[in-house]
């Protein structure tokens, strides 16, 4: 016969109990805190496994519902690391980019004043080429309507 593993009594017909579907312990449903009815449900429903409180407390929840918090949790914390890392990810990289405008506008400028002064140069020497051009070209009209008129 079994007996109550919480008040050593037998469990029977008239002091109804159940079985401990994990340590196969005995109780009392009244021991076990369950209502007549309760009792009458975990009879009547087989593919319910009943356990007892000590075993129930040693059980981990398998209930996918029992784990997504935590999961949530580390989920809120890995994106508020990537968030911070993307910011400074951005900022290195406004960073970066306000240099390289800096360097770029200063090369940009000096390339600018280098050219200039180049231009400068090349237009005077084009300048002074333009004016022995010209007077070569003078003269040589010259010439030709010279011969041009003596031709015809
Ligand atoms: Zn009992
Ligand atoms: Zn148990």
């Not at 579907?21 to 319910?48: D, P, R």
């Not at 949530?72 to 990810?89: L, M, N, P, S, V």
Request: proline share 2%; with cysteine.
């Amino acid at each position: 016969m079994a007996k109550c593993s919480t008040c050593s009594t037998l469990v029977n017909k008239n002091n109804p109990g159940l079985q401990c579907s994990k340590c196969k312990k005995w109780i009392h449903g009244k021991c076990a805190s369950l209502s007549a009815e309760q009792l009458n449900v975990l009879f009547l429903t087989k593919s319910v496994e009943w356990q007892c409180k000590t075993c129930v407390g040693k059980t981990k929840p398998t209930r996918l519902s029992c784990i997504l918090p935590d999961n949530e949790e580390e989920e809120t914390y890995e994106a508020e690391e990537t968030g911070t890392d993307r910011d400074t990810k951005m900022m290195l990289q406004e960073i970066k980019n306000e240099v390289q405008t800096t360097i770029r506008r200063e090369l940009k400028r000096e390339i600018q004043t280098v050219i200039r002064e180049e231009l400068q140069r090349s237009l005077q020497f084009f300048s002074d080429k333009i004016d022995d051009y010209e007077k070569t070209q003078k003269e040589t009209t010259e010439k030709n309507c010279f011969n041009g008129q003596t031709t015809a």
